[in-house]
Structure formats: structure tokens, C-alpha cells
């Protein structure tokens, strides 16, 4: 069982949290914690062997934390995501596999395109697949009918698996810090489209991708997590996109098994990652 807590920082919050949890009779498998001393913020992760009262436990931890304390115990074991996706089935593929084979440390309730490309290798591995064309509509009918397709799995989390549209605030804040996305370049670096023929011009001598969460500043929410591999001037851009297609992947893939064990804390546009 997991109990996660992100809060103000102070003296004894830790003698605090083991006080309790040893009056609920339960017993600290392991614990890491983190203090941002320049936002003095407290962050733990704990894993614990049982408790008889998630909820009077998490209570009982809000009751000796600071006012603003989030408690979660054992928040979904399995978590429920929806992908998103356009043409490129790298990204995809991998989830599908990890889905199919209980690797993904989450069940894949539905995959929604705004191309009809990936249709068949979905229902191949037995997952429901909707299309949803954004042509000859307006953007807010495009997300209106997203929502819509969503809405009745009730994931925690939205993956934007290569999913090439920017989404719009209102879309963003109905999923607030729930939408995974993954992004062909090392961020900051090379924000927007077409990275790849950005770094190609710009001659780096690194590549790399990046899975953060959506926010309204494009490319610019929280990082999760970040991939790099080598690369030279003999690369041209299609070479650059092969390479960066398996950044792409592990990152993505890393990024999801963090947020779904519960290892990623967000706090203002920065995050906390106990790997």
C-alpha cells in the first residue's frame, strides 16, 4: 500500500507520519522524502505492508501535517488511461504491448485518433479504437467530441502518444496535471513543431525526447522525464528521427511507470521524482 503526502515543510514531520502509522499497526516498508528548501516544501512517498483503515489513516496524517498537507493512501493501484494518437504507431505500439502483457502498470480502456491509421493494429490487441477527425470542424466541436468519446472510461490519465494537436486551456483544465505528453526533442530545447529540422540546422550533437505534463504553455509543462542519445554531422534528418523514435519510446514508457507507482510529485511547473 502506498501513502503519498506533498506539504508545507516543518520540524518533526516525519516522526509525525511514523507516529501514526505505528498506531494504526502498520508497518514502514520504505520511505523516501524530499525538502525544497527554496519553496520549503515537503515531499514523501511511503510504502507500507497493510492497513486496516486507509481512510481513518488518512485522516489521522492530515490531522499532524501542515493545513495545506494532500494525502492520498494507496491511491489506484491499476490505473485507467486513454491514448491519443495521430499516425505514428511507435509510441503506441510499445503501450499496447506493455497493456497486453500486464507490463504497463496500467490498463489501456480506449484509443482515440484523429487519423484512422492506427485503427487496426488497436483492435488487434483487443483495445477499443475511436476516430474523431478534426477536419471541417471547429476546434472547440473537435474537443467537445473528445470529451465525449473520454468521459465514459474515467481514466486518470490521458497519454498523448504522439498525438500532433495543441489542445485548448478549457481542454487542458478539464485534465488538469492528467495528460501525458511526448515531445521529439530535449526541452527546452527546440519547442514546437518540427524539432528534429531544427536541431538538424542547429548541428547538436545530442538529441533527445522529452515526457512532461500538459499545461497551457506549449511544451512547457512539467518534465517527467528525458532521453538523449549521441549523435554527428553525418546524421541527416531522416537519421535524426529514426535515432529520436527510440528516445521517444523509453521516454514515454519511463515517464508512465513513475506517474502510475505513484513517484511523481508536481509542484508549480516543477516536479519531484523518487525513481
Given amino acids: 500500500m502506498i501513502i503519498v503526502i506533498q506539504c508545507k515543510d516543518s520540524v518533526g514531520l516525519v516522526a509525525a507520519i511514523s507516529i501514526v502509522l505505528a498506531k494504526a499497526g502498520s508497518n514502514i516498508v520504505s520511505m523516501r522524502e524530499h525538502v525544497d528548501l527554496e519553496e520549503n516544501r515537503f515531499f514523501a512517498r511511503i510504502v507500507v505492508d497493510d492497513l486496516s483503515d486507509p481512510r481513518g489513516t488518512e485522516l489521522a496524517l492530515a ?105 485548448s486551456p478549457d481542454f487542458i483544465s478539464t485534465f488538469m496535471l492528467k495528460i501525458i505528453n511526448i515531445h521529439h526533442s530535449f526541452l527546452p530545447a527546440f519547442i514546437g513543431a518540427n524539432p528534429y529540422r531544427q536541431a538538424f540546422q542547429r548541428g547538436v550533437k545530442i538529441i533527445g525526447a522529452t515526457a512532461h505534463f500538459v499545461t497551457n504553455d506549449l511544451d512547457e509543462g512539467p518534465i517527467i522525464t528525458q532521453k538523449i542519445a549521441p549523435v554527428n554531422h553525418s546524421f541527416t534528418i531522416k537519421d535524426l528521427v529514426r535515432a529520436g523514435k527510440e528516445n521517444e519510446t523509453a521516454a514515454l514508457a519511463k515517464a508512465m511507470h513513475l506517474v502510475f507507482e505513484d513517484r511523481v510529485f508536481v509542484y508549480k511547473n516543477k516536479t519531484v521524482v523518487f525513481d
Fill in 63 to 167: 490531522g499532524v501535517l501542515p493545513p495545506d498537507a494532500v494525502v492520498k493512501v494507496n491511491p489506484s493501484p491499476e490505473k485507467k488511461i486513454v491514448v491519443l494518437v495521430t499516425k505514428e504507431y511507435h509510441c503506441l505500439g510499445d503501450i499496447l504491448t506493455r497493456n497486453h502483457f500486464k507490463t504497463l502498470g496500467a490498463s489501456v480502456q480506449c484509443v482515440i485518433g484523429n487519423h484512422p491509421d492506427l485503427q487496426n493494429i488497436t483492435e488487434r490487441f483487443g483495445i477499443p479504437f475511436r476516430y474523431i477527425s478534426h477536419e471541417d470542424k471547429s476546434k472547440e466541436r473537435f474537443e467537445t467530441e473528445l470529451k465525449e468519446a473520454i468521459f465514459p472510461f474515467e481514466p486518470d490519465y490521458l497519454i498523448l502518444s504522439k498525438f500532433m494537436r495543441i489542445l
